[in-house]
């Protein structure tokens, strides 16, 4: 029985189905020898190719949900290789069991925190596509002091390139002496969309750069406190249902 290209091997946890649309749009996908379009279906036994490259179809079921809590250090990537040679965050992850890691959304080299992987293609693709609105929750430190109207601006939405982006919730974070820092205040951030440096644009946008960045929950995920830059754990059972649970709702 033949599906789609682009859930075939989101199924076969080779990539997302975003990543795999890209791919057949590039025209880097060929099926039976003929370059793939949007739309084509195909089955496992079909040759398919990427980049020339025929890519193996693991005929065992995929294990299901399988998913990885990284805590993403500064100075990482999230792409598999960086033609600068900066370290990946994908160097330090354990080799998956079947198919590959597929990383969640991403963050900045600059952005520190919380990245979910997946070998499970159609679970990346719900929980990163732009009408999931999973929530995304975010420390951020930004240079002077925002007047409250520039709170009140970031609240009801900044224009973009792409579009207005706004936050869901901006929570004033008490410094580490306990009261509120004047200088160079520190926010608790909530928005449900993950676009390209979007919390620092919004900043940007309003006049103040942003010093800090860390990403601390995806959707239902929290990161741990106890998982330091640069660890990972697999995600238990009982976390993993909750996630699946949260973009099977969206």
């Avoid at 065992?60 to 100075?75: E, F, Q, S």
């Avoid at 609105?133 to 951020?140: A, H």
């Avoid at 982006?165 to 928005?191: C, H, K, M, Q």
């Amino acid at each position: 029985m033949t599906v789609r290209l682009q859930k075939l091997l989101a199924a076969a946890g080779l990539a997302s189905r975003r990543q795999v649309e890209q791919w057949i749009t590039a025209g880097r996908l060929t099926v039976g020898g003929r370059v793939a379009k949007l739309g084509d279906r195909a089955d496992p036994g079909d040759e398919i190719r990427l980049d020339g490259r025929k890519l193996e179809l693991d005929p065992r079921p995929m294990t299901a949900h399988r998913v990885l809590l990284y805590h993403k250090p500064l100075g990482e990537v999230t792409t598999r290789r960086d033609p600068q040679g900066r370290p990946t965050v994908f160097d330090h992850l354990p080799p998956p069991e079947q198919g590959r890691w597929i990383v969640v959304g991403r963050l900045d080299v600059n952005t520190s925190g919380l990245l979910l992987f997946t070998t499970d293609g159609e679970l990346a693709h719900r929980l990163m596509h732009p009408s999931s609105r999973i929530e995304r929750e975010y420390l951020v430190r930004v240079r002077g002091r925002p007047a409250a109207e520039t709170i009140r601006r970031l609240l009801r939405g900044i224009p973009l390139e792409e579009g207005p982006a706004a936050f869901d919730r901006i929570i004033n974070e008490p410094a580490s002496g306990g009261g509120p820092s004047t200088r160079n205040p520190s926010y608790r951030l909530v928005l449900h969309e993950g676009r390209n440096r979007e919390v620092r644009r919004m900043w940007e946008a309003v006049g103040h750069e942003v010093s800090r960045l860390l990403r601390v929950r995806y959707g239902p995920i929290e990161l741990p406190r106890d998982l330091r830059p640069g660890q990972w754990r697999v995600l238990d059972e009982r976390l993993t249902a909750q996630l699946v649970a949260a973009a099977a709702a969206a």
